[in-house]
């Protein structure tokens, strides 16, 4: 039995350089982070977007097996400029992104991007059925693909298809805006398990269901609940996402992280450091965050000088408008605060657009004396949890956004805010930065704990168990194996 993971995009990326040759650059990120560990030299599939539009021309699986991952294959969907604009600027990220991020003023429900993304769907659907076998396990990864599922049991009807949902799933008043409301539910209702991050988002889903479909019921109570609907029957779970915490605080704790944390310390001698690490989105609140930080200073002078905010923003989806919009608001705010605030020696504000290598990620994430984690609405939130991990002196705290989906399990010892209240966000600030230091590690060593516990390996078994009946020890190891070093840690682009 082997195990294919099918996600929108591949966790390497195919590049046209000058002269028009290709290769093979990493495109790692939080989602391979995660799946590596069932991939990793279990002989599975994953199958996805290379990242490169056309490309039908060459053969670019029997490239990506000239260099193949740690003991698993690659195998590309190939989407022309048309099915690119549609499916994946349009359809997921201008309609269901924004939408399911309780954002829907900024949806463009345009009726062509539905049709591509129906046919996209079908074409990942075709895909996955050449590249598979009946007995195997199909895992589905988020919202480009939540489709995919009712094309893939035309072809295989006796299939075992899974599907995980990484952003939040919407309340019923938000969900009933979409004009194709019922037949995202029915496509859906085609997977034999619907994994979401957090109980809430499974409630706002079983209440669309109860909303939207004659007759829905929901049998069963716990981490897996089953939804009856007409001739279907699937299963719907709550399966928080964590991180390799043993990685990450084996890392954080290596000799080349903690000098460049006493560099970092050093620069702000005397100083504490708030940061902030936001992929560049609007559901990030990375403006809102800024006034925060601007009324902190304002309405807490002893803060002046003492304090300092390192915000870094990782590029992403640059070509859309609203992208776009957003960095020029950040920029303006960044200006507007340092220019008004800065003086001899003192900057409140360092700002840093780009991805980071994951060991300065690390020294940045042990250097701060607080991360402020402020989405306005967010699936879970790893920044939160690598905060914790690589947080090895126990000295820091989270600021943490009611929120993030992992509010639900950090609730107990972060400091939470609502990031849509400026005044409270500062005042939370100061209390944060103010608490005795012996509170503040406790708190740090409880989140901790909880990382540590709930971590990747969890989710994955969890998420494996209910799917399929399998943990992670039922897909057998490969004999010849040789383990490859971990790769660098980047972003993902959605
Ligand atoms: P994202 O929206 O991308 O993920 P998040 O969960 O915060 O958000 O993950 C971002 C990842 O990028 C983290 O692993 C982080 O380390 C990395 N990263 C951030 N800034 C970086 C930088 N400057 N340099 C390098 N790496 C950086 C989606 C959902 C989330 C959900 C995840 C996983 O939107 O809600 O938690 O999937 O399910």
Known sequence: VRLVVVSNR??????????????????????????????????????????????????????????????????????????KEGFYDGFSNEVIWPLFHD?????????????????????????????????????????????????????????????????????????LKLPWRFQILEMLLAYDLIGF??????????????????????????????????????????????????????????????????RLRADESGRQILLGVDRLDYSKGIPQKLEAFGRALESFPPLRGRVTLVQVVVPSREGIPDYAQQKSRIERLVGEINGRFTRSGWVPIHYLFRALERPTLLAYYRVADAALVLPLKDGMNLVAKEYCAANVTEEGALILSEFAGAAAQMQGSAFLANPFDVEGVARTIHQALSLDPGDRRERMRRLRRGVKEFDIFWWLNSCLRAAFSRDLGHFPVLEDYVPQPEGDHVLLAH
Not at 18 to 41: C, D, F, I, K, Q
Not at 134 to 159: K, N, S, T
């Open 10 to 83: 591949l966790p390497v990326v195919i590049a046209r350089g000058t002269g028009g040759s290709l290769r093979v650059e990493p495109g790692a990120g939080g989602l391979v982070t995660a799946l590596r560990p069932v991939l990793r030299n279990r002989g599975g599939t994953w199958i996805g977007w290379p990242g490169i539009e056309g490309g039908g021309e060459e053969n670019l699986d029997a490239l990506l097996d000239e260099a193949p991952p740690d003991g698993y294959r690659f195998r590309t969907v190939l989407l022309t400029h048309e099915e």
């Open 197 to 262: 991050q957090t109980l809430r988002d499974r409630r706002n889903f079983i209440q669309c269901l109860r909303t939207l479909i004659t007759g829905a019921q929901v049998a069963g109570k716990g981490m897996v609940v089953t939804a009856l609907a007409g001739s279907r029957c699937a299963r719907l779970g709550a399966f928080p996402i964590g991180i390799d915490f043993q990685e990450f605080s084996r890392a954080a704790a290596q000799a080349d992280v903690s000098e460049e944390a006493l």
């Open 103 to 175: 954002t829907s003023s900024r949806c463009n429900f345009d009726p062509r991007y539905w049709e591509t993304y129906v046919a996209v769907n079908r074409k990942f659907a075709q895909a996955t059925a050449r590249h598979s076998a009946d007995e195997d396990f199909v895992w589905v990864h988020d919202y480009h693909l939540m489709g995919m599922a009712a094309h893939y049991r035309q072809i295989r009807p006796g299939c075992r298809i899974a599907f995980f949902l990484h952003i939040p799933f919407p309340a019923p008043d938000t969900f």
